[in-house]
């Protein structure tokens, strides 16, 4: 007989406890996922990176045994509007807006500010049948009880998008650029595998990049709050420049310092002794995933080489099996990564608008397909390299 579940809605993880959340977000046997853990998500809430004033207030899903043990969660956030999500969809706002529609607010499952694929559907290892199904039943109660518009997971995985599909949400294809090691001994074997005039034009990069420079990799207990203090300032001087709203404060980032040392690698470029330029990456457990980067300066190549450049050389010296850098940015794909599929899921309460977005989404995956073929073609790696990775099953 299967055990009675019931869901709960709550608006600050101070009220579930980490061992709980944890059991959910990275259960034994699953690669480790920093982004969806209770130390991220946690500073994040604390440091007031988010809350009601930034746009992003939680209203995290639980579902709960007979006995209150928690069996399944999601990261759950009531948006009043679409900025830091990395999945846009601003034009469907405004169509609906146009229609006399209400499209704010709405519901994001996501990890804020991180466009990482993970699980999204928290499930926790040995939790009774039907925990997921109650769980995306909970998430749709709570998207009718607040009168959202619309339901969204962003970054879901592939396996999560295909139950989510079964469930009747439409799913949306998008494109991200991972570096995958292929067991290369170092970065100039990964170069072996390129075609000559892109290593070339790499170690001339590399070059141009490194020179009057110290670039140095920091782990764990090795970042201080000198080094903090430096990040932020790239961080806010970047972020001010191209998004015009930085959300991570200060705090956030000696809150994860101090809970999540182990899960951080910090790259910092210094020019006479003085720090210039850095990037911030998390570590999984066979990932690391670049995520926000910032300069003081401008300097040629500057971004490629502290930010993927060293993110690759890193991988492959202590085995990482991929290197995931974030959203867009065709240019990466010379410099070695390859097109991967992202997939989220949409869910409408106007079922007449949803079926536009879901003709809209199936009309877009033509295009993202065709996109990622061409990209594919175009790889900077050479012929007998493609042939032998494409005779290869994945």
């Known amino acids: 007989m299967a055990l009675e579940l019931s869901a709960r809605i709550v608006q600050s993880l101070e009220s579930v406890g980490a061992a709980a959340w944890d059991a959910c977000a990275n259960p034994r046997g699953a690669p480790h996922n920093p982004f969806v853990s209770y130390a991220f998500l946690q500073a994040l809430e604390r440091s007031g990176s988010v809350g009601r004033k930034t746009g992003w207030a939680p209203v995290h899903v639980l579902v709960e045994d007979a006995t209150g043990r928690l069996v399944a969660c999601a990261p759950t956030y009531l948006k009043s509007h679409s900025l830091g999500e990395y999945v846009f969809d601003q034009g469907w706002a405004q169509a609906y807006e146009r229609a006399g529609g209400r499209y704010y607010p709405k519901l ?3 990890s804020p500010f991180t466009p990482v694929t993970g699980r999204r559907l928290l499930v926790a290892d040995g939790a009774p049948h039907g925990a997921s199904a109650a769980l995306i039943g909970a998430l ?10 619309s339901l969204h997971i962003a970054f879901a995985t592939p396996s999560e998008a295909e139950t989510l599909r079964a469930a009747g949400f439409t799913l949306r294809a998008g494109e991200q650029f991972h570096f995958t090691n292929e067991d290369y001994r170092d970065f100039d074997d990964f170069l072996d595998a390129l075609a000559s005039r892109k290593r070339k034009a790499i170690r001339r990069e590399r070059r ?7 670039i140095e990799r920091l782990a764990g207990a090795e970042i201080k709050p000198a080094h903090w203090d430096a990040f932020f300032a790239f961080y806010m001087d970047t972020g001010a420049r191209k998004w015009g709203r930085p959300y991570l404060t200060r705090a956030f980032f000696d809150m994860i310092g101090e809970t999540m040392a182990e899960r951080l690698l910090l790259v910092m470029a210094r020019e006479n002794g003085a720090p210039i330029a850095g990037a911030i990456n998390f570590l999984g457990d066979d990932a690391i995933y670049g995520r926000n980067w910032g ?7 500057l971004h490629f080489e502290v930010c993927y450049y060293q993110a690759i050389e890193h991988a492959i010296a202590h085995g990482y ?11 990466k794909l010379a410099r070695g990564y390859r097109p991967v599929l992202t997939w989220s899921a949409h869910d409408f309460a106007d079922k007449g ?4 977005i879901a003709d809209y989404c199936r009309r877009e995956r033509l295009e993202v397909d065709a996109m990622i ?11 007998d390299v493609k042939e032998t990775r494409e005779k290869t099953p994945s």
């Open 140 to 149: 749709r109660g709570l998207r009718q009880a607040l009168e959202a518009s």
């Open 353 to 356: 608008f949803g079926a536009a």
């Open 208 to 214: 141009e990049a490194q020179t009057g420079l110290v």
């Open 321 to 331: 099996k991929r290197v995931e850098a974030g959203a867009q940015g065709e240019h």
């Open 108 to 110: 994001q499952v996501a």
């Open 295 to 301: 300069a003081l300066v401008e300097r040629p190549f």
């Open 373 to 383: 073929a061409e990209q594919e073609a175009a790889l900077p790696f050479r012929n």
